[in-house]
C-alpha cells in the first residue's frame, strides 16, 4: 500500500499570515483531497486536486484563501492564507484507491493566534 | 438536518465487550458506505467498505447496512485497548471519480483493560 505523509505535523501561527501544507505520496495518484476538520464535526471537504489543472473547490472554500498546488502525480500543497482564528483546525491530505479515501495523511493541526 | 448523524460519544467498554457504532443518514443515494478508525493525532484509517445493503465481516469488525432504514453500524467484537479510537462512518453516492463522501462527526471509543 502507499504511503502518504504530511507536514508540518502541528504549528502555532500568527493571525494574518500564511501557512503551506505539503502533502507526498510515495506512489502517483490521480487525484489527492483536502479536508479540514474540526473539533466535534465531520471532516469537511476543502477541494480536489488534480495534476496538471485546478482544484475544484467545495462551496465555502475559496482559491483565494486556500490555494492548491498540485505540480505532479506524488505531491500537493494547500495553503492557509490570510489566518484568523477560526482557521484553527486539524487539516488533512487524502488519496483514492480501491473506489474511495483509502488514505489519509498524518494531519496538520493548526492553531492560529 | 445533517446528510449524516453519527452519536458522538464517548463509549466506554470493558476489554472483551462488544462495541456498537451507527450512523443514520438521510440521502436515498448514498451507495457506498464506509468507517475509519482514527486514533489521537492521526489520520483516520479505512476500516471497512461496503457497498448497498447487507453485512461485510473482516476478522473481529462487521459491518451492516440497511438501506430501508437509512442505517448502517459498526460491531467490534472482543474489543481490546488497541482499539480505543474515534471511528467515522463516511458514505457516497456512485459515479465516477470526482463522488464526494460524506462523514459523520465520529464516535470516540475507549476500551478499559
Known amino acids: 500500500s502507499a504511503v502518504i505523509s504530511q507536514k508540518p505535523s502541528r504549528d502555532i501561527c500568527q493571525r494574518g499570515t500564511s501557512l503551506t501544507i505539503q502533502c507526498q505520496v510515495d506512489?502517483?495518484?490521480?487525484?489527492m483531497f483536502w479536508y479540514r476538520q474540526q473539533p466535534g464535526q465531520s471532516l469537511t471537504l476543502i477541494a480536489t486536486a488534480n495534476q496538471g489543472s485546478e482544484a475544484t473547490y467545495e462551496s465555502g472554500f475559496v482559491i483565494d484563501k486556500f490555494p492548491i498546488s498540485r505540480p505532479n502525480l506524488t505531491f500537493s500543497t494547500l495553503t492557509v492564507s490570510n489566518m484568523s482564528p477560526e482557521d484553527s483546525s486539524i487539516y488533512l491530505c487524502?488519496?483514492?484507491?480501491?473506489?474511495?479515501?483509502?488514505?489519509f495523511g498524518q494531519g496538520t493541526r493548526l492553531t492560529v493566534v | 438536518q445533517k446528510e449524516v448523524e453519527q452519536d458522538p460519544g464517548p463509549l466506554s467498554v470493558p476489554e472483551g465487550a462488544i462495541v456498537s457504532l451507527n450512523c443514520t443518514y438521510s440521502?436515498?443515494?448514498?451507495?457506498?458506505f464506509m468507517w475509519y478508525r482514527q486514533y489521537s493525532r492521526k489520520g483516520p484509517e479505512l476500516l471497512m467498505y461496503t457497498y448497498s445493503s447487507g453485512n461485510k465481516e473482516d476478522g473481529r469488525f462487521t459491518a451492516q447496512v440497511d438501506k430501508s432504514s437509512k442505517y448502517i453500524s459498526l460491531f467490534i467484537r472482543d474489543s481490546q485497548p488497541s482499539d480505543s479510537a474515534t471511528y467515522l462512518c463516511a458514505m457516497s453516492e456512485p459515479g465516477t471519480e470526482g463522488y464526494k463522501l460524506s462523514f459523520g462527526a465520529g464516535t470516540t471509543v475507549t476500551v478499559r483493560a
Open positions: 487524502s488519496f483514492r484507491e480501491g473506489g474511495t479515501e483509502a488514505f
Open positions: 440521502n436515498s443515494a448514498f451507495q457506498y
Open positions: 506512489s502517483q495518484v490521480t487525484m
